[in-house]
């Protein structure tokens, strides 16, 4: 049976479980999949602890085997070019429907009083973890590690990134003697790792039943009823995106079959949807671009780490969505300048959000200040909280299905022959 077929099974398994647990009101049932939600967190972290030794190691060997540092170059030329294009078409399909549909215009001031007061408070927290982050030039700067050990103990992948190349650099110069030693221990290193995720992926399917039954057993479908336009929308511009713009992508810029290429690749999305963490299926993301898409380790080892860091266009398509969505409720009217403004600010929100649960709605405050909704800020994040869970885990597939659909394309790109593999085990 395929990864992707047995990770759905627990999928569909642990939100039918909920349901009934959430819909039939047994408390019981409530509390035991509330408990066991530790072990899907525990399969998170194992999954987790993966990715700084397979992104260290698989990008040094990548980098050391490109041989010419200009092709090295031209790939990261082409992939920044890439993510920022199709992201600014996420977040002007997400504007489309949301001017389009209107959903913040139906919602009632009953409903708007009511969750201002419900998610006010948590609202709040978002804002201090946001005022507390770094601004544009720190957050620039820190892309050049003082100390490469912290950036890989703190999980900041884009300084690991920037020292591992530069140290994959460095190594093609030196003796062959010395550069064969290090080469293979990294070599070493990544085939262990990949020994290690093929272990941990015998456990996801348990793990996205207890995680998915834990979410579907506590969410407030109450709250789903309320601010149900407004989550279609999120969810059909997601859908657009995801099979439209990524399915002409695959099919024109990677020369694949769509229809072949997303059973294939299934199984990343679908953890990511379990786990809401571009960072944690990133491990998953690597070997499905390799060994199923067939993606080099040089292209794959790249663009994938730096995808789950910056490439989010699932989290972008939301934000322009969500803004559009609290000034209707205001009845704010955002013309087409503050519109452009938001498909910039949203692009670069996107990049500055981490691959983790919930980084989206505390970069969205960016673009509601940015279009001069400050005052609304803490308000409209309170409004939106509710449902936040469950778009997060919709716009954190898409994220990993751009991030995959790059690597297609910038393999082919690079001349590379892509062939689906027809294996059923991630290994074979
Ligand atoms: N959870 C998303 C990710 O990891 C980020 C977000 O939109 O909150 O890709």
């Not at 398994?13 to 959430?22: K, P």
């Not at 549909?101 to 009953?110: D, K």
Request: charged content about 10%; proline content about 3%; overall charge negative.
């Amino acid at each position: 049976m395929q990864l992707y077929t047995k990770i759905l099974i627990g999928l569909i398994g642990g939100a039918v479980v909920g349901a009934v647990a959430n819909i039939g009101g047994i408390t019981w049932l409530q509390n035991l999949l509330g408990n066991v939600e530790i072990l899907g967190t525990a399969f998170i972290n194992l999954i987790t602890m993966i990715v700084i030794p397979l992104v260290v190691a698989s990008l040094l060997v990548g980098t050391a085997s490109l041989g010419d540092l200009r092709k090295l170059g031209r790939i990261g030329g082409k992939t920044l070019a890439y993510y920022m294009v199709t992201t600014a078409v996420a977040v002007t399909i997400g504007l489309g429907l949301a001017n389009v549909i209107q959903p913040g215009a139906g919602v009632s001031e009953e409903t708007r009083i009511e969750l201002t007061e419900r998610y006010g408070g948590d609202a709040e927290s978002r804002m201090d973890i946001a005022e507390n982050a770094p601004g544009w030039k720190d957050t620039l700067l820190r892309v050049i590690p003082r100390n490469p050990v912290r950036a890989a103990a703190d999980m900041d992948l884009l300084p690991l990134i920037f020292f591992t190349i530069c140290f994959g650099a460095a190594l093609t110069v030196i003796v062959p003697e010395r550069k064969n030693a290090v080469l293979t221990f990294f070599h070493g290193v990544n085939d262990t790792s990949m020994v290690l995720i093929n272990w941990i992926m015998e456990l996801a399917p348990y793990a996205v039943f207890v995680l998915i039954g834990s979410v579907v057993a506590n969410f407030g479908f109450d709250l789903l009823q309320s601010l149900l336009t407004y989550t279609i929308v999120v969810a059909a511009g997601l859908g657009l995106h995801a099979l439209g713009t990524y399915g002409l992508i695959v099919r024109f810029l990677a020369g694949l079959n769509p229809l072949k290429f997303y059973p294939k690749i299934a199984a990343a999305p679908l953890l990511a949807f379990s786990t809401s963490s571009s960072n944690a299926t990133l491990p998953l993301t690597i070997e499905t671009a390799e060994k199923k898409v067939g993606v080099s380790k040089q292209v794959a080892s790249f663009v994938l780490p730096l995808g789950a860091t910056i490439n989010m266009d699932g989290t972008a398509l939301y934000q322009a969505v969500a803004v559009l969505f609290i000034a209707q409720i205001y009845g704010i009217d955002l013309g087409l300048a503050e519109q452009m403004i938001i498909v910039l600010t949203a692009t670069l929100a996107s990049v500055g959000a981490a691959g983790v649960p919930s980084a989206g709605i505390i970069t969205l405050i960016i673009v509601l200040n940015s279009v001069g909704m400050g005052e609304h800020v803490q308000a409209g994040i309170a409004l939106i909280l509710g449902v936040d869970r469950i778009l997060d885990m919709i716009r954190t597939s898409v994220n990993v299905t751009g991030d995959l659909t790059c690597s297609a394309v910038i393999a082919r790109s690079e001349g590379e022959s892509l062939t689906l593999s027809t294996a059923t085990a991630l290994s074979d």
